[in-house]
């Protein structure tokens, strides 16, 4: 199975990477399935929903809480879209309904995306990111997966310069994380798992020229993807 997922850029705006690895899989799971259906009901078996999240663990009660968790996380985010002049808010899904077996060996799910999220999904004549689900759903490490997305939004590009501040917020790094935290806890799972993805992937901390020499940004580098 090759399942592309592809979506408008402002889905990486909101913050997941203190999400699970399975709720993010699932997630992307079902965005992928959502796309060009526009606001049609969609149903997931047990089977399915596993087989495209590359979900291989098979205790059904962590399967059920996964899903469970995933439904309370979305029920409490909205999308956030910022212009020059406007703003607007809005429910991704309008229904996210499961219901399974009291033995959890079945399960079924009904979601449909909202009228108003349903653009994000469909018109994406530019501005969009785009990968293999199943590359994204092989990366374990939250902060990875995180990096993942925001860098496919540059594949073409080959190189992504972000400030310390921005890139902190996008990850949510922890406040208490030095330098040294950033790049063996951070970093390192980065460049372990994305080397796969991003053909000479590099990272350098770009440093002030002052006293201490701080780092002010990270640059990312890599072979430009050919679109």
Not at 54 to 72: A, C, I, M, P, Q
């Amino acid at each position: 199975m090759n399942e592309i997922t592809r979506y408008r850029n402002e889905i990486n705006t909101i913050p997941m990477r203190n999400w699970t690895a399975e709720e993010q899989d699932f997630f992307f799971a079902i965005i992928t399935e959502a796309r060009d259906k526009g606001t049609q009901l969609i149903v997931f078996d047990k089977e399915k929903l596993k087989e495209l999240a590359n979900y291989n663990n098979r205790n059904n009660k962590r399967f059920v809480d996964t899903v469970e968790s995933l439904g309370k996380k979305i029920a409490s985010m909205n999308y956030y879209e910022k212009k020059k002049n406007s703003f607007k808010i809005m429910n991704l899904f309008q229904r996210f309904e499961v219901e399974w077996a009291d033995d959890l060996s079945e399960l079924h799910a009904e979601i449909r995306v909202s009228e108003d999220f349903e653009y994000i999904l469909n018109k994406l004549e530019a501005n969009f990111t785009q990968f293999e689900l199943k590359h994204f759903t092989n990366i374990r490490s939250t902060y990875a997966k995180e990096m993942f997305k925001l860098l496919k939004q540059w594949r073409s590009i080959g190189r992504k310069e972000y400030s310390v501040e921005d890139f902190r917020a996008m990850l949510q790094v922890p406040k208490s994380y030095r330098a040294t935290d950033i790049n063996q806890v951070v970093l390192k799972p980065i460049r372990e798992e994305l080397g796969t993805y991003f053909n000479g992937l590099k990272i350098k901390p770009i440093k002030a020229k002052k006293r201490g020499t701080p780092i002010i940004s990270y640059e990312f580098t890599w072979q430009p993807e050919e679109v």
